[in-house]
């Protein structure tokens, strides 16, 4: 079993700038809250079991891209589209100090595209037409699952390994 994915953006700024060199780490997801907490990870072995933490450091303008995985069997903890995400942002100094603050989002659950086309398709590798025709034909049989509005598909697919969480958040240092 795989594991599904997860990617948080945003920005760390203090004074309306954005900071370069924040460390960036995910410490948890929940979802529904009589279900527990979410693993989360950022690798997934063979079983679909994730492990390691997610973290990422933040560019030059303070931005920062935060991917993780989720496994597939904790689908019931979000499928009503409830899921927060924590995360810590430290940045530390050349002294040894350092500051430091927690900060929730939001999550909202969607289909993971780049995996429905790879369940379907290989890598494309002809003419631009063969990819045009590739997309036609991904669109033709998942149409009925694509979001009408949102990124909430209108009919579930069985699989619980089609789905991505994405989230974006502006933190800030006081």
């Known amino acids: ?23 960036v780490s995910l410490n ?4 529904d809250p009589s279900q527990g907490y979410m693993s989360a990870g950022a690798s997934c072995d063979a079983g679909g ?3 390691g933490f997610p973290k990422t450091q933040t560019g030059d303008d303070g931005r920062f ?15 009503d589209g409830k899921a927060t995400a924590s995360f810590l942002a430290i940045q530390f100094y050349s002294d040894g100090t350092y500051r430091c603050f927690n900060k929730r989002v939001r999550l909202f659950l969607g289909l993971d595209m780049r995996k429905l086309i790879q369940v379907g398709y290989t890598d494309p590798t002809g003419s631009p037409s063969d990819f045009a025709n590739a997309a ?6 998942y149409r009925d699952m694509l979001p009408a509005h949102g990124v909430f598909p209108t ?20």
């Open 1 to 23: 079993m795989a594991a599904n994915t997860g990617i948080i953006f945003g920005v760390i700024a203090s004074n309306g700038s954005g900071v370069p060199g924040v460390q």
């Open 28 to 31: 948890f997801i929940f979802g």
């Open 49 to 51: 079991n994730v492990g």
């Open 65 to 79: 891209v935060l991917p993780f995985l989720w496994p597939g069997t904790d689908i019931a903890k979000v499928v």
């Open 136 to 141: 036609k034909d991904f669109y033709a049989s």
């Open 155 to 174: 009919i579930l697919p069985f699989s619980t390994e089609v789905w991505g969480l994405i989230g974006e958040v502006y933190g800030s240092f006081t």
